[in-house]
């Protein structure tokens, strides 16, 4: 097993690269980008960094230098002949060759395209313009970056005893939080921690340790890279990216309503079985499932990532029930803002119901809250979104007021045209 303490502490060469692969990503996301290629492979697309945690400085905390370095290093890499092999030959959700030879074959020959960062005031800007299945490749590996240098800031200040003695409490949190969950009945419980993670290393750490502490409640990871390492399932299916792109590219507002389901009428085309899981909040849930066509309610189910997951939850079961569907043969995917105490809750209210899931993130992979002084380790919300195709805004409204994104003029058109009404505000932690 790596010893975390001493890596960190010889993180002393001219570069020790954050991220080496180019699957050390998000499963999602190359489900996405395979979509993406297949239907809207021409459309430009603009990501930028958003932090959401203003308190934290990045721009004062992160050396400009060693940030360039390390996404220079990422516009290096290729995908190796083994994780080719992987991609090409492995069995996801019960389906071979999920990715397309003539998706593999660009995927293959892929270097990420070029980014913009400038610093403003105490913040970074960083940007990637381009193709949308080439840019949309950028936002995890950035998101590691930008996460994992804030980290290394503040343990490069810590001697070697001193991180020897942070790790040991850090997974000790970890471990006690797993042992929390070992009697919660048919758990059915992944790490979807990559975004927001301490490091890859500490990553594939609490991944190995939910192998161990909790069997097989633990079923899989959302990062390709540790997946195939670890010889584990690899979890995910699409998030509010999608959505947020075909709005941005409708013509009207009759196009605009009917964009999220065009989304799911694409991914219709492509997945079937547990890959058809909708992620209804990004221009709300409730208006989204009323008007929501028969078809959908005969998918897998539904992942819930914001707002409160108990309301979205019993409308998901309530729209069930009433297109004739019965919840119990159905999952529930709950993935925002997850800790222990949540986890349980959510499963003793829902899983006598339905079918449970959790997508367990930051505070699996990132909690270092209070271990270290001013608390300068504690997870911090970073996101990095599309936010114009082809020269049109984006707009995310979401179920929580606080995640929204856009220009105020478009986010009142779209709350008039998805039907949000009034919403309940809820502190965003990650």
């Known amino acids: 097993m790596v010893d975390i303490a001493t890596r960190v502490w010889n993180h002393k ?8 692969s180019l699957i050390d990503t998000d499963f999602y996301k190359l489900l996405m980008c395979q979509s993406v290629f297949r239907n809207k492979p021409g459309t430009r697309v603009t990501f930028s960094l958003i932090n959401r945690s203003k308190h934290v400085p990045l721009a004062e905390l992160i050396d ?15 995908l190796s002949r083994g994780e080719s092999t992987w991609l090409r030959g492995n069995t996801f959700y019960g389906k071979r060759q999920m990715f397309r030879p003539d998706f593999m074959e660009w995927f293959e020959s892929l ?51 001193e991180l020897q003695v942070l790790y040991a409490r850090a997974m000790t949190r970890v471990w006690e939080k797993i042992e929390a969950m070992r009697d919660i009945p048919d758990l059915s419980i992944a790490d979807f921690g990559t975004r927001r993670r301490h490091s890859y290393l500490w990553q594939d750490w609490c991944v190995q340790a939910m192998q161990e502490g909790l069997g097989q409640a633990f079923t899989g990871t959302s990062n390709c890279k540790i997946a195939m390492n670890r010889e584990l399932e ?21 196009d605009l309503a009917q964009a999220p389901y065009d989304v799911l009428s694409d991914w219709h085309d492509e997945h079937e079985g547990n890959l058809r899981i909708i992620l209804p909040d990004t221009f709300g849930t409730k208006g989204f499932l009323e008007k929501a066509p028969d078809w959908l309610a005969g998918w897998t189910g539904i992942r819930i990532d914001s707002g409160d997951p108990a309301v979205a939850a019993q409308h998901a079961i309530e729209w069930w ?14 993935s925002d803002g997850l800790d222990v105490d949540k986890i349980r809750s959510l ?31 504690a997870p911090f919300s970073l996101v990095c979104k599309a936010v114009e195709a082809n020269g049109t805004p984006t707009v995310k409204l979401s179920d929580n007021p606080n995640k929204a994104m856009g220009p105020a003029s478009e986010i009142d058109r779209y709350k008039h045209v998805f039907g949000v009404g009034d919403q309940v505000a809820q502190d965003v932690i990650v």
């Open 321 to 334: 029930k009433a297109r004739g569907e019965d919840p119990a043969t159905k999952r529930i995917i709950f």
């Open 347 to 377: 499963h003793h209210q829902f899983a006598r119901r339905t079918n449970v899931s959790f997508g367990w993130g930051t505070l699996l992979t990132n909690d270092f809250r209070n271990l270290v002084p001013d608390d300068r380790l």
């Open 234 to 254: 690899a979890i995910g299916t699409n998030a509010h990216e999608l959505p947020m792109v075909y709005a941005a590219l409708a013509k009207t507002d009759e």
């Open 111 to 161: 270097r990420l395209p070029a980014y913009h960062l400038e610093r403003k005031g105490d913040q970074y800007e960083l940007t990637f313009e381009g193709n949308w299945p080439e840019v949309m490749l950028w936002e995890i590996p950035a998101l590691a970056v930008l996460m994992e240098l804030r980290g290394r800031a503040v343990l490069d200040q810590m001697g070697k005893f």
């Open 13 to 20: 060469w001219k570069i020790d690269p954050i991220v080496r």
């Open 64 to 78: 400009e230098g060693e940030l360039r370095e390390q996404l220079d290093h990422i516009r290096s890499l290729s």
